[in-house]
């Protein structure tokens, strides 16, 4: 499910930017239909909504600030390049990981695990030199998100509470729409008015512009509710293994789908990447457990 449910959002989300090339808007769309659905879901008690106070908002609002970033930054990157590109450069996400939990967290990261981060560092190098779409709009912004996807797991970590990842997943996506609000309005706002909701409907007719938007939104919550589910129900090193196997799936399918030209260099550079983040997160989890088993005994 978690891999259908990433699959079909990314092909619709690029498909939305053929005729509606509104990253901020779009971003801003997504959130909005997995709030709707989320208060849905609590108003028929699935699941029961989880009591909030001031102490648990503190925690969540930086996890949710991260969040709406990170999302806002990867939708102008989706815009901007090719899908494969976009998540060969967010293959590069594990390395900001390990210096945050080096620098910042002040957590020891082995050796091991910072060499297995060069095929990943190279492999991007290798694929940015000679992809087709390149441009540095989509190329910083996916740097971007990179850093702000770590820092929410950095404050993920602070901000560790009782509630159900469900429940926790709908507070952050709420936080982070009133995040995402003001930026979007000032940036895109004014061209919105003027031409940019009348050209989409003019190509495409309202029906089919307001459902692709709800359709596209409905799948982006889906997936990453599924996703932290399943983090809740296995091991670490399956969650690493599958998280990996999903780029793959995701890169595979947007190639074919969009019938995306890529040099051999790109192709080359693309799968060294993600040899490398398969190794570290072989290695991370190891570590995990071995560090989990050491408490139990």
Request: glycine share 6%; aromatic share 12%.
């Amino acid at each position: 499910m978690w891999y259908f449910l990433n699959v079909i959002f990314n092909i619709l989300n690029k498909k939305i930017f053929d005729y509606f090339p509104y990253p901020y808007f779009v971003s801003v769309s997504h959130l909005l239909v997995g709030v709707l659905y989320c208060l849905v879901g609590w108003s028929v008690g699935l699941p029961k909504r989880a009591p909030i106070n001031s102490t648990i908002l503190k925690l969540l609002f930086p996890v949710a600030v991260c969040h709406a970033i990170g999302h806002v930054t990867s939708t102008v990157s989706f815009a901007a390049v090719a899908v494969s590109f976009a998540h060969t450069i967010k293959a590069l996400e594990p390395f900001f990981n390990a210096a945050a939990s080096q620098f910042i967290l002040g957590q020891q990261v082995p050796l091991t695990m910072w060499l297995s981060l060069a095929p990943v560092v190279i492999g991007v190098s290798m694929a940015s030199l000679t992809e087709l779409s390149f441009n540095w709009t989509g190329f910083v912004n996916a740097m971007i998100s990179n850093i702000s996807f770590t820092l929410r797991s950095v404050y993920s970590k602070k901000a560790m509470t009782d509630m159900d990842s469900t429940n926790l997943y709908a507070y952050i996506s709420i936080i982070a729409l009133l995040v995402c609000i003001p930026p979007a309005i000032i940036i895109e706002g004014p061209q919105l008015l003027q031409h940019g909701f009348k050209d989409a409907i003019a190509k495409v007719g309202l029906t089919k512009f307001v459902s692709n938007l709800l359709v596209v939104g409905l799948f982006y919550h889906l997936y990453n509710q599924v996703a932290t589910n399943t983090l809740e129900r296995v091991t670490p090193l399956t969650h690493a293994v599958g998280n990996v196997l999903k780029r793959v799936f995701v890169i595979g399918f947007s190639i074919i789908i969009f019938g995306n030209k890529i040099t051999t260099q790109t192709g080359i550079g693309t799968c060294i990447a993600i040899a490398g983040v398969a190794l570290y997160s072989f290695i991370k989890a190891k570590i995990e457990e071995e560090k989990t088993q050491t408490k139990s005994a």
